[in-house]
């Protein structure tokens, strides 16, 4: 299925997904702007093309691409958290983020042990702070994650289809395990935007079917890999050494 097409179902896929229509015409509108693809290529570790070797090249793609969005999120959290902490977050909603964080980091160190994200600086829209500097508007930023979280779970759905195409069924399984805890911290999020309720679909949305059409899809919403993005914002560096998470949480690692 063309990018353009897989763009096109992102609105399906967020409908389905319960995000508000205000949510969801938000990112439509800016993955307008970014419908000239991602290339998604990146260098695997020995251990990732193992994986992707018979011809398995979906594979390989849906490992740069998780990794690389991982990598962003881990970066998007951290910056979360820093403005968190210089303004005045409910102390649920923090525990939350910091959980979120935890978990991210997770998915990051398992996924950046079989393939390379293809950069670890990214342009990340002022909008999904609300604002620029220390701003922090938790019903914006509640939107940007509803969107985002809505698309990694739909990632790693396509990850489930690759390696169960492949007869890799414990990769299958890894996929379907971080897949429920992003369609956990998108129901989180829907808590920021007072969805009533915020569980609120009984099947995930597999709408995009190729993880460029992820990439492209994070684009159109200005966040940019490497690149300045569409939308107003700024660049921000996945931290080296990656930051401590401030909480402990259960099951750091695949089943």
Same mark, same amino acid.
């Given at each position: 299925m063309p990018e353009q097409t897989d763009v096109q179902t992102l609105e399906d896929s967020l409908r389905k997904a #319960? @995000?508000?229509?205000?949510?969801?015409?938000?990112?439509?509108?800016?993955?307008?702007? #970014?419908?000239?693809?991602?290339?998604?290529?990146?260098?695997?570790?020995?251990?990732?093309?193992?994986l992707a070797r018979d011809g398995h090249s979906s594979i390989s793609t849906f490992g740069t691409v998780a990794v690389t969005t991982e990598a962003l999120t881990v970066t998007l959290l951290t910056e979360v958290l820093r403005h968190a902490n210089r303004n005045s977050v409910p102390a649920g909603d923090l525990?939350?983020?910091? #959980?979120?964080?935890?978990?991210? /980091?997770?998915?990051?160190?398992?996924?950046r042990r079989y393939w390379n994200p293809t950069t670890t600086n990214f342009w990340i829209p002022d909008g999904f702070f609300g604002g620029s500097g220390d701003t922090l508007d938790l019903t914006a930023l509640g939107m940007a994650l509803v969107a985002g979280?809505?698309?990694? /779970?739909?990632?790693?759905?396509? #990850?489930?289809?690759?390696?169960?195409?492949?007869?890799?069924g414990q990769f299958a399984r890894f996929s379907a395990?971080?897949?429920? /805890?992003? @369609?956990?911290?998108?129901?989180?999020?829907?808590?920021?935007?007072?969805a009533t309720p915020p569980n609120n679909v009984g099947f995930e949305a597999f709408s995009i079917q190729r993880p460029q059409g992820i990439e492209m899809a994070l684009e159109g919403a200005g966040v940019g890999f490497g690149t300045q993005g569409s939308a107003p914002g700024a660049f921000y560096r996945l931290p080296h050494p990656i930051m401590p998470p401030p909480v402990q949480i259960n099951s750091n690692k695949p089943s």
């Open positions: #319960g @995000s508000p229509r205000g949510t969801r015409r938000w990112l439509l509108e800016r993955a307008a702007v #970014g419908a000239a693809g991602v290339a998604a290529g990146g260098a695997l570790a020995p251990a990732g093309a193992a525990a939350v983020f910091e #959980g979120a964080y935890a978990a991210e /980091v997770d998915h990051f160190r398992f996924t979280e809505t698309l990694f /779970v739909n990632l790693y759905l396509i #990850g489930v289809t690759a390696f169960a195409q492949a007869g890799n395990e971080i897949a429920g /805890v992003e @369609s956990e911290h998108r129901v989180l999020a829907e808590t920021l935007v007072g």
